[in-house]
């Protein structure tokens, strides 16, 4: 019974983690796009670097 609920608590931690790596990418996204709307190619470039590396 102890390892059916470690093994479910692993994986719905490594499911929560998945989905929020997803989430914050996609922020990220959304905040480059905000960025250049606003004039400020500088830090929107920073953070597509950063989002290429990780891909």
């Known amino acids: 019974m102890?390892?059916?609920f470690v093994l479910l608590l692993i994986i719905v931690?490594?499911?929560g983690f998945?989905?929020?790596k997803s989430f914050i990418l996609k922020?990220?996204?959304n905040r480059v796009e905000q960025l250049h709307q606003e004039g400020d190619y500088?830090?929107?470039w920073m953070i597509e670097?950063?989002?290429?590396?990780?891909?």
């Open 2 to 4: 102890m390892i059916i």
């Open 49 to 55: 670097e950063i989002l290429n590396q990780k891909r």
């Open 27 to 29: 922020g990220l996204v």
């Open 18 to 20: 998945k989905l929020g």
């Open 42 to 44: 500088r830090q929107a």
């Open 13 to 15: 931690f490594l499911l």
